[in-house]
């Protein structure tokens, strides 16, 4: 019984997590989210007392998720570590440039204006979620120096801060612009950044 809760639990997290980043979480209505998971009211507030707490609930499940499929790019074998970050920065655009303008699977894109303004607990799970996407970078970046990919980074905290930041900014200004500019603008700054060849390609 306990699996099927859990399954129920996490069909309803990824159906409401399909609507919220195409609408947004204030455009989305809980009988929405209701009728796309097929599920009852009572099922809903088993497990979620509120939709605020469903929306933090959501908001941690994407950064898990976001999280291991990080992983999966940065802790590739066969790459160095200035490879795997460029492969990592490389992923921001290939799924973005759709003819959309933007990748809008990215809730911290998405979502931090609206939720920093309406609720805390979601606040602060997309807070969690950037400083634990830092945190990996900052990993990657520090294995640059071993290596010797990266070695011109002082600090490798500092650096995964910056770029993080500098590819947010990139990406919302995607969506504004519906075109590549940005982001491009992003890359070759990174390259900038971390003393990289101009012409440098990310293996996939």
Not at 93 to 108: A, F, H, I, K, M
Request: aromatic share 8%; hydrophobic share 45%; proline share 3%.
């Amino acid at each position: 019984m306990k699996a099927e809760y859990t399954d129920v639990r996490q069909h309803i997290i990824d159906q409401g997590k399909a609507i919220i980043t195409r609408k947004g979480f204030a455009g989305v209505g809980l009988n929405e989210i209701l009728s796309a998971a097929d599920v009852p009211k009572g099922s809903f507030y088993h497990y979620f007392k509120s939709k605020e707490l469903f929306g933090e609930a959501m908001l941690e499940d994407y950064v898990t998720g976001y999280l291991a499929e990080m992983e999966g790019v940065l802790g590739l074998p066969g790459r160095n570590a200035a490879q795997a970050l460029m492969a990592y920065w490389a992923s921001w655009t290939s799924e973005s440039l759709d003819g959309s303008g933007c990748d809008c699977r990215c809730l911290v894109v998405k979502l931090s204006s609206e939720v920093a303004d309406m609720s805390e607990p979601m606040r602060v799970a997309l807070l969690d979620g950037t400083h634990r996407i830092i945190a990996r970078l900052a990993l990657a970046i520090a294995r640059g120096r071993v290596d010797d990919s990266l070695p011109s980074v002082a600090d490798p905290a500092q650096m995964a801060a910056t770029l993080y930041q500098l590819w947010l900014g990139a990406a919302m200004l995607t969506k504004l612009r519906r075109d590549a500019s940005a982001l491009q603008t992003a890359w070759r700054a990174t390259l900038d950044m971390l003393q990289l060849p101009a012409d440098m390609v990310a293996t996939h």
